[in-house]
């Protein structure tokens, strides 16, 4: 990807925005550079950044996944389609989709039924991005200062991980023969590197966060639910009004929608899009908060390691946590910063002029 970004370099080609590579060190050792590195330059960085890609692993099978904000997910999708999964010959949005309706359609009927009980519209099978957990270098850019963030990778065989089989014999053999599904991710990065670095209108889309957001507050209403299966003492049970905090974030979506729809109709009209790119890129950096109880370093509303989880996400980490730790006063608590978060980031929407 840099030798291709840099002969367009070359060839007199500059970007509308910057593109900065970078090679962090001290990853296994906790982030240490890449979090060095936002620390130190954390005003530029929240003035500026419009996004953050991640690299780790990259090729370790030939299964696509994807972590990240969700305000990057169409971007996302249109690369995907853009490119081709050289073992299964078609793109890899088709592979991907057709993997992940292979592995939860299940889940997806399950949830269909739910939303006919409860009056909604169904919804047809369509992939989507995994919440951001930690574990790698993209922590200090989402969950610290709120810049969009995606970690892709294709997996699949990690057996060998950071053990002494891990090398290139490994990798030329049996992982990536011909090293196409290394070329696969290094087009698929470059397109989304490209994209952000060159598109009129920055590619984040909020209504997909609010979106995101409901989402993940029916699915903890139901953990709720199971919580509290078989506790008779009402003060033990977890119990919440999850209303204002789901009018919020339907306004987020909303708000968003809205504006996506101007600025999607304003490219190409000269000096049209500048207020609405300034909005967007305050959007993520809106749901920061004060910090997470016990960990005041993780700022993010929306995405956040569990404390007892390893790697693994819990989104919505104030209610989510306290779910997993059975603590209803957490669980009251945590409300009143998420909707607020949410309300920042609509503010921050309604500001594009």
Same mark, same amino acid.
């Given at each position: 990807?840099?030798? $291709? ?21 001290? /990853? /296994?050792? $906790? ?12 005003? /530029? ?22 972590? *990240? ?8 999708? /249109? ?18 989709? %057709? ?28 992939? @989507? ?12 850019? &989402? ?64 209504? @997909? ?18 919580? @509290? ?30 504006? &996506? ?6 490219? *190409?009209?000269? $000096? ?35 404390? @007892? ?17 059975? %603590? ?26």
């Amino acid at each position: 990807m840099a030798r $291709g970004i840099g002969e367009l370099a070359r060839g007199g080609w500059r970007p509308r925005r910057t593109l900065m590579l970078c090679s962090w060190d001290g /990853e /296994e050792y $906790g982030l240490l550079g890449s979090t060095e590195f936002c620390e130190g330059r954390d005003a /530029e960085l929240t003035a500026r950044a419009a996004a953050y890609v991640n690299v780790d692993v990259a090729v370790a099978g030939r299964d696509f996944r994807v972590n *990240g904000s969700h305000a990057l997910r169409d971007l996302l999708v /249109e690369a995907l389609d853009q490119v081709q999964d050289p073992g299964r010959g078609v793109s890899m949005l088709r592979a991907w989709t %057709d993997k992940g309706f292979a592995d939860g359609k299940a889940d997806w009927a399950r949830l269909n039924r739910e939303r006919h009980w409860r009056g909604e519209p169904e919804r047809p099978f369509e992939m @989507n991005v995994a919440p951001l957990g930690s574990g790698s270098d993209y922590t200090a850019f &989402e969950h610290h200062l709120g810049i969009a963030s995606l970690d892709i990778r294709a997996e699949g065989l990690q057996g060998t991980y950071h053990s002494m089989y891990d090398d290139f014999e490994y990798m030329d053999r049996v992982v990536d023969p011909g090293y196409a599904y290394s070329l696969m991710m290094t087009e698929l990065w470059s397109r989304v590197a490209l994209r952000l670095a060159e598109a009129e209108l920055l590619p984040l889309r909020y209504s @997909n966060t609010g979106q995101f957001v409901l989402d993940e507050l029916q699915s903890i209403e139901e953990h709720i639910d199971d919580a @509290n299966a078989g506790v008779t003492v009402d003060s033990l049970k977890l119990v919440a009004d999850f209303g204002p905090v789901k009018a919020q974030a339907t306004r987020l979506r909303d708000v968003a929608r809205s504006l &996506e729809t101007r600025g999607d109709a304003a490219v *190409g009209r000269s $000096g049209t899009v500048a207020g609405i790119n300034a909005a967007l890129l305050g959007a993520e950096r809106a749901l920061l908060g004060p910090g997470l109880p016990g960990r005041a370093w993780f700022r993010n509303e929306l995405y956040a390691p569990g404390l @007892n989880t390893g790697y693994a996400p819990v989104p919505l980490p104030r209610l989510g946590q306290a779910v997993l730790d059975k %603590d209803p006063r957490a669980l009251r608590a945590g409300l009143k910063p998420l909707e607020e978060a949410l309300a920042r980031a609509t503010a921050a929407l309604e500001k594009a002029r």
